[in-house]
């Protein structure tokens, strides 16, 4: 996937207060950067944080912690939240696959919104949900484990179905067209999800947890 190169990323990233510059040095006291107890939720390649800022504006009550690698995706979140205030949302540019090196046993929730598909067999392993990946969340989640995905396409929601199943979650919600459920399931939308919406594309939708 393509992103648009912003002018002056690293500086946008570098001189941001809302980048937590050197995430590792958290690691078991990211209650301290928020300075409360409350929920934490991670959200994984936030690209231009869309989401978790709306998140973090609708849920006070919540920390939320959004992490992207790309530098010209996060340089574009953190100018979106330039002109916001809030104290319960940082970001971090960083990759998924050094979660452990990041996090004690301190997340609650982890959100997949629109991460890369990798629909080739070969590329299985990248998805955010392969078996990989479910063990590494497994030492990040705080005790109970709880994922939330959505996605349009269709093989990496048929492949997470398997793989979270075959790693014993029990799904509280599934749905195939997220737009059009009359469960009325909260959903925030991504700036990919709008352009999707209007397009009229199935929006899948995962919520699965773990009780330990």
Known sequence: MRYNVVKNAHNIIESSLY???????????????FGNKNPICLELGMGRGSFIIEMAKKHK?????????DDNQIATA?????????????????????????FGKEIDTIYLTFSEPWPKRQD????????????????????????ILKTDNKILFASSLESLSAYWYVFNKVSLDL???ERGIE?????????YFKEGRSIYYIDASFKN
């Open 19 to 33: 980048l937590v510059k050197n995430p590792s040095e958290y690691k078991d006291n990211w209650q301290n950067v």
């Open 61 to 69: 009550n919540i920390n939320f912690i959004g992490l992207e690698l």
């Open 78 to 102: 953190l100018k979106n939240v330039s002109k916001e205030n809030l104290s319960n949302l940082v970001m971090i540019n960083a990759n998924a696959e050094d979660l452990v090196s990041l």
């Open 124 to 147: 299985e392993k990248k998805r955010f949900t392969h078996l990989n990946y479910l063990k590494i969340y497994d030492r990040v989640f705080k005790k109970d484990k709880h994922i």
């Open 179 to 181: 737009h059009h459920d």
């Open 187 to 195: 959903n925030v939308m991504t700036d990919f999800e709008k352009q």
